[in-house]
């Protein structure tokens, strides 16, 4: 295979990013020690506190100091040292800037699409349902797990896919493995990106689905997205802090007036049910996948973004103000008996996968190898949009997890539990939480319904209903003003915008992925400036994660029972896919001594997602393998027997199909995975006993561009950009990206 080499890594130096190192001062030393004592003593209490009060400000400042350790430190470690970016190398958004798909962006913006894209249904739900097994094993999983594997795929695979001109990791893994393993990897890649995707559009209907206020809001961010794409783009080029201003304040007014127009005739016109949806959803994916990547998808994601990073803000912010005491045990019985009514399943490995995005999430490395890779400036931007745009995701799924275990404990199993549990009534939830060692009585549970103005919480399983409660419970303690029925609504809306921007980006990646498959065998439909190309591929994307998310809407079992324990395995099994492709690459850029970095999170990944296939594939359970739940209905089935919640035997067919389904995915993604890893450790061999092989890296082309590579420029750099103005003539003749 033809390519070039990385120059081997010789462990010392600076890297060439155009940062110096150099001693640490006095006051570096005493910030970061002062960090790292916060930190630990936080840690301490969260893991001893056993029978008291636990404020939840101690699970808040564990994981933003540990956040910032890790950012700090080792990102800059894994970024200079581990993969050696060099800012004197030209990104593929510079040499090949078409305006369409590759296009120097901003590094501000590009943080905000990254993070829009990348930030989807998994860090609001799963954290959510996973507090059934307690505060404590989520907490650990999302703080640990972010700092050593998921922010280290991001960011490894944004770097590699931008060395290779922003190719999608199916068609890495074809070139850089091997032909076999590649052929799995894209089939794998492919399929599993359908669930996810089908999955995410899933919460948004959910969310959606019967509320105009957030149809109105939603709809409205379309029109302000390309607003602010022509104003960036023609009315005032690199105005990047203007065009935001204008955005969010127009944002700002489309959630308020969601708020007057539910009520009025627009407001009945926009209460779609969850079949109107699917369609406009699909309609949407497609068109957002086909414009240029600046129209429409860049600034509609920077834009939520600000929504995003400000609620999360708010809700820190709220949190301190409000102070709540944690309500559920650290690790609570059902984590180890695994007989939970939210999801059945011990703590091992199912923790594990319910909480995917925010600790590691294979749908990231997709964004990751798909639109960013495309728009970065320079090689060093990627520890801020790689590595921090995980870290800021994960503070997410932390907040989500707090907000679900400072609510009553009653209320929570009441919404998560299924009806055929909780009974659909206030009174029958009752008898049921009680019988799970809680006191919450029908009394409360109406109470509870009313302060959010909803008809009931009963049963409103999928995570979003409940962690729309916990953030107006907080959101009411902090700030007063008996606004708690607004704050649930606003919620509620927030996190359909949340995931809508991963339905975009991710049809996009989609679209990069089925043209760079059907490239290798017809070369012209690889060519992604090849309009025919671009639509037939955006139809095909849609048209498949629509007709997944069709089934999940009409299932008798609820979409997110049935689709969402297939989302995180098969998320976890494509961040398997990704830390293999990263973990081969590094040794064959002759980087054996940094291995590790990729290596012990893939080894980690793999155990769980194996573990927890073979347990859905073969578990005699009904409640946890899917060949088992077929079994069960289709005996009842067969001795005309309906079993809840199916209300006809038609219904009871489609749990049959279903299940059946799910079962021969989760088999074939496991297998597919196990084909790419064992072809990659064949490579691997050879590269070690080579001492480093070739790969298909793009040969290094000097850059003319001279940007910052974190948030805020440094003094060099501000010296750096101040010398190629004066060079240039104070700015004549430079480039619109490097005037942004």
Same mark, same amino acid.
């Given at each position: 295979?033809?390519?070039?080499?990385?120059?081997?890594?010789?462990?010392?130096?600076?890297?060439?990013?155009?940062?110096?190192?150099?001693?640490?001062?006095? #006051?570096?030393?005493?910030?970061?020690?002062?960090?790292?004592?916060? $930190?630990?003593? &936080?840690?301490?209490?969260?893991?001893?506190? #056993?029978?008291?009060?636990?404020?939840?400000?101690?699970?808040?400042? !564990?994981?933003?100091?540990?956040?910032?350790?890790?950012?700090?430190?080792?990102?800059?470690?894994?970024?200079?040292?581990?993969?050696?970016?060099?800012?004197?190398?030209?990104?593929? !958004?510079?040499?090949?800037?078409?305006?369409?798909?590759?296009?120097?962006?901003?590094?501000?913006?590009?943080?905000?699409?990254?993070?829009?894209?990348?930030?989807?249904?998994?860090?609001? *739900?799963?954290?959510?349902?996973?507090?059934?097994?307690?505060?404590?094993?989520?907490?650990?999983?999302?703080?640990?797990?972010?700092?050593?594997?998921?922010?280290?795929?991001?960011?490894?695979?944004?770097?590699?896919?931008?060395?290779?001109?922003?190719?999608?990791?199916?068609?890495?893994?074809?070139?850089?493995?091997?032909?076999?393993?590649?052929?799995?990897?894209?089939?794998?890649?492919?399929?599993?990106?359908?669930?996810?995707?089908?999955?995410?559009?899933?919460?948004?209907?959910?969310?959606?689905?019967?509320?105009?206020?957030?149809?109105?809001?939603?709809?409205?961010?379309?029109?302000?997205?390309?607003?602010?794409?022509?104003?960036?783009?023609?009315?005032?080029?690199?105005? *990047?802090?203007?065009?935001?201003?204008?955005?969010?304040?127009?944002?700002?007014?489309?959630?308020?007036?969601?708020?007057?127009?539910?009520?009025?005739?627009?407001?009945?016109?926009?209460?779609?049910?969850?079949?109107?949806?699917?369609?406009?959803?699909?309609?949407?994916?497609? *068109?957002?996948?086909?414009?240029?990547?600046?129209?429409?998808?860049?600034?509609?994601?920077?834009?939520?973004?600000?929504?995003?990073? $400000?609620?999360?803000?708010?809700?820190?912010?709220?949190?301190?103000?409000?102070?709540?005491?944690?309500?559920?045990?650290?690790?609570?019985?059902?984590?180890?008996?695994?007989? $939970?009514?939210?999801?059945?399943?011990?703590?091992?490995?199912?923790?594990?996968?319910?909480?995917? &995005?925010?600790?590691?999430?294979?749908?990231?490395?997709?964004?990751?190898?798909?639109?960013?890779?495309?728009?970065?400036?320079?090689?060093?931007? *990627?520890?801020?949009?790689?590595?921090?745009?995980?870290?800021?995701?994960?503070?997410?799924?932390?907040?989500?997890?707090?907000?679900?275990?400072?609510?009553?404990?009653?209320?929570?199993?009441?919404?998560?539990?299924?009806?055929?549990?909780?009974?659909?009534?206030?009174?029958?939830?009752?008898?049921?939480?009680?019988?799970?060692?809680?006191?919450?009585?029908?009394?409360?549970?109406?109470?509870?319904?009313?302060?959010?103005?909803?008809?009931?919480?009963?049963?409103?399983?999928?995570?979003?209903?409940?962690?729309?409660?916990?953030?107006?419970?907080?959101?009411?303690?902090?700030?007063?003003?008996?606004?708690?029925?607004?704050?649930?609504?606003?919620?509620?809306?927030?996190?359909?915008?949340?995931?809508?921007?991963?339905?975009?980006?991710?049809?996009?990646?989609?679209?990069?992925?089925?043209?760079?498959?059907?490239?290798?065998?017809?070369?012209?439909?690889?060519?992604?400036?090849?309009?025919?190309?671009?639509?037939?591929?955006?139809?095909?994307?849609?048209?498949?994660?629509?007709?997944?998310?069709?089934?999940?809407?009409?299932?008798?079992?609820?979409?997110?029972?049935?689709?969402?324990?297939?989302?995180?395995?098969?998320?976890?099994?494509?961040?398997?896919?990704?830390?293999?492709?990263?973990?081969?690459?590094?040794?064959?850029?002759?980087?054996?001594?940094?291995?590790?970095?990729?290596?012990?999170?893939?080894?980690?990944?793999?155990?769980?997602?194996?573990?927890?296939?073979?347990?859905?594939?073969?578990?005699?359970?009904?409640?946890?393998?899917?060949?088992?739940?077929?079994?069960?209905?289709?005996?009842?089935?067969?001795?005309?027997?309906?079993?809840?919640?199916?209300?006809?035997?038609?219904?009871?067919?489609?749990?049959?199909?279903?299940?059946?389904?799910?079962?021969?995915?989760?088999?074939?993604?496991?297998?597919?995975?196990?084909?790419?890893?064992?072809?990659?450790?064949?490579?691997?061999?050879?590269?070690?006993?080579?001492?480093?092989?070739?790969?298909?890296?793009?040969?290094?082309?000097?850059?003319?561009?001279?940007?910052?590579?974190?948030?805020?420029?440094?003094?060099?750099?501000?010296?750096?950009?101040?010398?190629?103005?004066?060079?240039?003539?104070?700015?004549?003749?430079?480039?619109?990206?490097?005037?942004?």
């Amino acid at each position: 295979m033809a390519g070039t080499m990385t120059t081997t890594d010789d462990g010392g130096g600076a890297s060439p990013t155009g940062a110096r190192r150099g001693r640490p001062t006095l #006051r570096s030393v005493l910030i970061w020690t002062a960090v790292a004592a916060v $930190g630990a003593v &936080c840690w301490t209490v969260l893991a001893l506190a #056993r029978g008291e009060s636990v404020s939840a400000l101690w699970i808040l400042f !564990a994981a933003l100091a540990s956040y910032a350790i890790a950012y700090r430190f080792y990102a800059r470690f894994i970024t200079t040292r581990v993969l050696r970016a060099d800012d004197r190398r030209a990104t593929p !958004a510079e040499r090949l800037d078409n305006g369409v798909d590759f296009d120097v962006t901003d590094r501000r913006v590009l943080f905000g699409h990254h993070f829009a894209a990348i930030a989807g249904a998994g860090p609001l *739900v799963g954290p959510v349902l996973a507090a059934q097994m307690g505060y404590l094993p989520g907490t650990i999983w999302i703080v640990v797990g972010v700092i050593f594997a998921g922010a280290v795929q991001d960011l490894t695979v944004l770097f590699f896919s931008m060395r290779r001109n922003g190719k999608s990791l199916g068609q890495m893994v074809r070139e850089e493995i091997g032909v076999i393993g590649g052929i799995a990897a894209l089939i794998a890649v492919f399929a599993i990106m359908i669930i996810i995707l089908a999955v995410l559009a899933l919460i948004v209907v959910n969310a959606l689905a019967e509320s105009p206020w957030g149809v109105f809001s939603i709809a409205l961010t379309i029109p302000i997205a390309l607003f602010m794409g022509f104003y960036l783009r023609v009315l005032r080029p690199g105005r *990047v802090l203007e065009a935001t201003g204008i955005g969010v304040a127009l944002l700002l007014l489309a959630i308020i007036g969601g708020g007057w127009i539910q009520d009025t005739g627009l407001g009945d016109a926009l209460t779609l049910s969850k079949e109107w949806l699917v369609l406009a959803l699909v309609i949407y994916g497609f *068109v957002a996948s086909v414009l240029p990547v600046w129209m429409l998808l860049t600034p509609r994601d920077y834009l939520s973004t600000f929504m995003k990073v $400000g609620v999360i803000v708010l809700l820190a912010v709220g949190l301190v103000l409000a102070r709540p005491v944690l309500q559920a045990d650290a690790v609570t019985g059902f984590a180890r008996e695994g007989t $939970g009514p939210v999801f059945a399943g011990s703590l091992f490995p199912f923790v594990f996968i319910t909480i995917a &995005c925010g600790a590691l999430s294979g749908f990231h490395a997709l964004i990751s190898s798909g639109t960013t890779p495309k728009m970065v400036a320079k090689e060093s931007q *990627v520890r801020l949009i790689g590595y921090g745009g995980m870290l800021m995701e994960s503070f997410v799924a932390i907040s989500a997890l707090i907000a679900a275990v400072v609510i009553d404990q009653g209320l929570y199993f009441a919404m998560n539990s299924p009806a055929g549990a909780t009974g659909g009534t206030v009174e029958s939830a009752a008898t049921f939480v009680q019988g799970l060692g809680f006191s919450t009585s029908a009394q409360d549970l109406a109470a509870f319904s009313a302060a959010v103005q909803e008809p009931s919480l009963i049963s409103r399983t999928g995570g979003a209903p409940t962690l729309a409660v916990g953030i107006s419970q907080i959101f009411h303690d902090a700030f007063g003003g008996g606004l708690q029925a607004f704050w649930y609504h606003f919620a509620i809306m927030f996190e359909a915008l949340f995931i809508l921007t991963a339905v975009d980006a991710g049809t996009r990646v989609g679209r990069f992925m089925l043209q760079d498959t059907i490239g290798n065998v017809w070369k012209k439909f690889g060519d992604l400036s090849w309009r025919p190309g671009n639509i037939i591929a955006s139809a095909v994307v849609v048209g498949l994660w629509g007709s997944v998310l069709y089934i999940g809407v009409t299932d008798p079992l609820g979409g997110v029972n049935q689709l969402f324990p297939l989302f995180g395995i098969a998320n976890q099994l494509l961040a398997a896919i990704a830390l293999t492709l990263v973990t081969v690459l590094l040794v064959k850029h002759g980087r054996v001594r940094y291995a590790w970095v990729t290596a012990v999170p893939l080894v980690w990944d793999l155990v769980v997602t194996m573990t927890a296939s073979y347990q859905k594939v073969f578990s005699d359970n009904p409640a946890i393998g899917y060949f088992a739940q077929r079994q069960k209905y289709a005996d009842a089935r067969a001795a005309g027997e309906l079993l809840a919640p199916a209300k006809d035997q038609a219904q009871m067919d489609q749990v049959v199909f279903n299940s059946t389904l799910n079962g021969i995915l989760q088999a074939f993604f496991a297998l597919l995975v196990l084909v790419v890893a064992v072809h990659a450790v064949v490579v691997v061999a050879r590269a070690i006993r080579a001492g480093g092989l070739p790969t298909t890296e793009e040969p290094a082309v000097e850059s003319r561009l001279v940007e910052p590579s974190g948030l805020f420029p440094t003094a060099e750099e501000k010296r750096a950009m101040a010398d190629r103005d004066r060079l240039v003539g104070a700015g004549a003749g430079r480039s619109e990206a490097e005037k942004k």
